[in-house]
């Protein structure tokens, strides 16, 4: 942090107490739900002290320093209008998420920490929370005790403890902040970036339905990217977007790096897988994200049907764009044996849902 931000964090620390008690009063019950909004990669600020939410806003310079934007709790999965249609498979994988009372991921990212606080000061200041444990990039292959970036995870075993954070930071420009102490800064506000689960999906054109075969899987989505946000970078590129969606782990419903989007023509379809890679930005995060056709795993072969498998679902799928289709071993040998074909590579869908190409050895 440069010389002008640390002058600017002192004087809103100089200013904390400034307020007079029937100021203080004015101030709206914080009996509210912050919706998530668009947090960078990386943090600047932080918090600790503070025992409880009173003494928090009694410290806080609101009118001056301060945005605080206060909004309805979220109460399910906005832009999904899709009472008529079946959903296929594999879009979207989150739909579940409408009929639970869960609004966020159980896992938190939290940046800007001070460089020398351990791990257990972490765990110490957010367990007034709920049950926790911290973790970061390769902690288990270092024998750090401190976050070596200055960036955690806080991951609860409640996801209402994630609530009641969030209830207690304070919002600057669309950002949570709370402030949090080590043995060389006191009251050093760091930023806490929850995932809020509805940002998961999104649902651009709902007159056009879901088409599998339509649909890409891009490969390193930076993580605080939306749904919404992944939907309209790909439609501004390409046009014809329909449905975006951000891969979450099963268990703590966090972000993958991954995504999907589905369009609703060929064209478009094509135009994407064509181009490989795109260049994704999200505030101080650039990336550059890989695009390949998304696999199913429960396709037949578009040849022979079966006949030729046993009716196994087929194996492969060849991603030229003069192909786009799902073979079985047989019929990928025999059709890909003819001239201009024997360089096309099989595509196989990997665990964590990413396409991979396969060497394939001819018989």
């Not at 209402?160 to 949570?176: A, R």
């Not at 651009?204 to 939306?226: A, C, E, H, W, Y």
Request: one cysteine or more; hydrophobic letters at 35%.
């Amino acid at each position: 942090m440069n010389s002008k931000s640390i002058s600017s964090l002192n004087s809103w620390s100089s200013s904390l107490s400034s307020w007079s008690e029937q100021q203080l009063q004015l101030i709206p019950s914080p009996q509210f739900q912050i919706i998530h909004t668009n947090i960078p990669e990386y943090s600047v600020y932080s918090d600790q002290n503070f025992q409880d939410q009173n003494q928090f806003y009694q410290h806080a310079n609101f009118q001056k320093q301060l945005t605080f934007q206060f909004k309805r709790p979220i109460t399910g999965l906005q832009n999904s209008t899709i009472k008529s249609k079946p959903i296929p498979n594999v879009l979207p994988t989150q739909m579940s998420l409408v009929k639970s009372t869960a609004k966020y991921s159980r896992k938190v990212f939290i940046g800007g920490l001070p460089p020398d606080i351990a791990e257990n000061d972490i765990v110490m200041h957010f367990r007034r929370y709920g049950q926790l444990i911290v973790d970061w990039p390769h902690k288990s292959d270092s024998k750090s005790l401190f976050p070596p970036k200055g960036y955690a995870f806080l991951i609860f075993e409640k996801e209402t403890s994630v609530q009641e954070l969030i209830n207690y930071c304070v919002v600057d420009k669309e950002k949570y902040y709370i402030c949090i102490s080590s043995p060389s800064i006191k009251d050093k506000p760091v930023q806490i970036r929850p995932w809020s689960l509805v940002d998961a999906d999104y649902f651009m054109d709902n007159s056009q339905p879901i088409d599998p075969r339509k649909t890409i899987f891009v490969g390193g989505v930076p993580r605080p990217l939306k749904a919404y946000e992944l939907a309209s970078i790909m439609n501004r590129l390409y046009g014809g977007v329909c449905y975006a969606g951000i891969d979450i782990d099963p268990e703590l419903k966090y972000p993958k790096g991954a995504g999907r989007v589905s369009f609703s023509n060929q064209a478009s379809y094509i135009a994407a897988i064509s181009a490989r890679f795109v260049q994704l930005q999200h505030c101080e995060i650039e990336k550059r994200a890989e695009v390949k056709p998304y696999v199913l795993d429960d396709q037949i072969c578009d040849f022979c049907k079966g006949v030729k498998c046993n009716g196994r679902y087929a194996p492969f799928f060849c991603a030229n764009v003069s192909c786009l289709q799902y073979f079985c071993e047989s019929c990928w040998t025999v059709q890909h044996a003819k001239p201009g074909k024997d360089f096309h590579k099989p595509l196989v869908k990997e665990g964590a849902d990413r396409p991979r190409t396969i060497p394939f050895k001819w018989c």
